[in-house]
């Protein structure tokens, strides 16, 4: 008999992984509290951006192996794949967490497994999941399974990563970790690692952390070049040339859902410990205020009283059209406060101005925010010709510094004082 799986949470991670059992042969429930994504579903339609994802759900939603609902069903396995949002003061938001799992407490039985996939702090599964789930009045770990596996896809790759990379699972204890390793098999070719939850937890922070604090250190190595007369892009070229070194890239700063958030959850459980972590944080932040200081200076001398700026690209990184916690956002936010008048040009985001040259005619300067592969292939000529001024701020070491000056550009590059 088809197993049945339920998952509770249709976004970015949820629909996919649900996607994914059903189209290997699991019975699949989709459950979301937002109305409009669960009919959307089962007309076999998305409303979020994948590649391939939009031919997946038809299939499986035509085949009858994946359903959305807005509450639980009995099931075999249970996911929780809900999003676990920031608090201004920079705590985790458990809340949909919490609703999420009193969700499927009255639809346990005997022999259910139950995975919590949300990037979460360290002991939410031990101490926020499990006594949840004692109000079913099953023993958890022998009646009920119970662990955490954090997903590792990056989007715009979700469906190929979803089966080719792997995979830690973190029981409550030894017997759920075995059980949900088993799920994953479903559809997981690469290796599935074992452990307890707490480390399991710690894994996907940690993951996303090591990224965030190693563009810290490309950021801090940026804003030292500006002041010493190197080219810092020139420097983590010839670095990464050694075999054990591997900077990352400067940037406005760091943004979507995961590297921005995450290294928070850890300070949050252990705010004197988390020292590196939370510098690394602030300087990640204080990017799109950087970018603004560069373009402040550009207007020194500036006589008009109306300074105008296009940004080309607003999404958080290239190619895709996702603008959570974007840093651009935040650097248009500063650029408006301080009078200047703004234009956003980007491909990928609906309801933005679709006529490039419409968007930087009159403008004083043009930011480089994103570097999305459309932006190689424009006429910057043009783009030249209908502005008021001439300079270019890449930040993101993209475009070809040779050819924009040969047009007439003054081309400036974050992380250079060259
Ligand atoms: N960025 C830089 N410099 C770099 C690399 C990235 O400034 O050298 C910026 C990007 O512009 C972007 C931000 O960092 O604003 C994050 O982009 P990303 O591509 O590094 O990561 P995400 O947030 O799209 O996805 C990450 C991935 N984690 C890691 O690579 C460790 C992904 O595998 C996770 O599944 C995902 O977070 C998640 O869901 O946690």
New binding site residues.
């Given amino acids: 008999m088809n197993q049945k799986v339920c998952i509770v949470g249709l976004g970015?991670?949820g629909l996919p992984t649900a996607s994914m059992f059903a189209s290997h042969g699991y019975y699949t429930i989709g459950v979301d509290v937002n109305q409009e994504v669960v009919d959307a579903l089962n007309k076999g339609k998305i409303i979020i951006e994948e590649p391939l994802l939009d031919e997946l759900v038809k299939e499986v939603v035509d085949k009858n192996m994946l359903k959305g609902q807005v509450t639980p069903s009995k099931a075999d396995i249970f996911i929780i794949a809900v999003p676990t949002p920031i608090t201004k003061d920079k705590k985790a938001d458990m809340s949909y967490v919490i609703s999420a799992t009193k969700s499927i407490v009255p639809y346990l039985r005997k022999g259910n497994i139950v995975v919590l996939e949300s990037?979460s702090p360290v002991g939410t599964t031990k101490e926020l999941i499990m006594p949840i789930l004692q109000e079913s009045g099953f023993e958890i770990g022998e009646d009920i399974y119970l662990g955490y596996s954090?997903?590792?896809?990056?989007?715009g790759q979700i469906l190929n990563?979803l089966v080719n990379n792997s995979r830690v699972v973190g029981g409550i204890n030894d017997i759920s970790a075995t059980k949900i390793k088993k799920v994953y098999e479903a559809f997981v070719k690469a290796k599935i690692y074992l452990t307890d939850s707490n480390t399991a937890e710690m894994c996907?922070l940690m993951?996303?952390t090591?990224?965030?604090v190693?563009?810290a250190l490309?950021?801090e190595l940026a804003k030292l070049s500006e002041s010493m007369d190197i080219n810092a892009w020139e420097v983590i070229e010839y670095c990464n040339k050694h075999p054990r070194v591997n900077i990352?890239?400067?940037?406005p700063?760091?943004?979507?859902?995961?590297?921005?958030v995450?290294p928070w959850f850890i300070v949050e459980k252990r705010p004197g410990l988390a020292n590196l972590i939370n510098l690394s944080r602030n300087i990640?932040d204080s990017m799109p205020h950087h970018v603004f200081n560069h373009i402040e200076k550009e207007f020194i001398d500036f006589k008009n009283d109306s300074k105008k700026i296009t940004i080309l690209g607003i999404t958080?990184?290239?190619n895709i059209d996702d603008m959570r916690e974007?840093?651009i956002t935040e650097l248009i936010e500063l650029l408006k406060e301080s009078g200047y008048q703004v234009k956003v040009f980007d491909p990928y985001i609906k309801g933005l101005n679709k006529d490039l040259l419409n968007s930087c005619e009159g403008s004083d300067v043009v930011v480089l925010g994103?570097n999305h592969d459309a932006f190689l292939d424009i006429n910057y000529k043009d783009i030249l010709n209908v502005m008021r001024g001439n300079i270019l701020i890449d930040t993101r070491n993209f475009l070809d510094k040779e050819k924009l000056e040969d047009i007439g550009f003054v081309y400036r590059l974050l992380g250079s004082s060259k």
């Fill in positions: 970015y991670i990037t954090p997903e590792r896809v990056l989007p990563e996907k993951e996303n090591y990224r965030d190693n563009i490309a950021n990352h890239n400067p940037g700063g760091v943004g979507g859902h995961c590297l921005a995450d990640n958080y990184k290239p974007s840093p994103v």
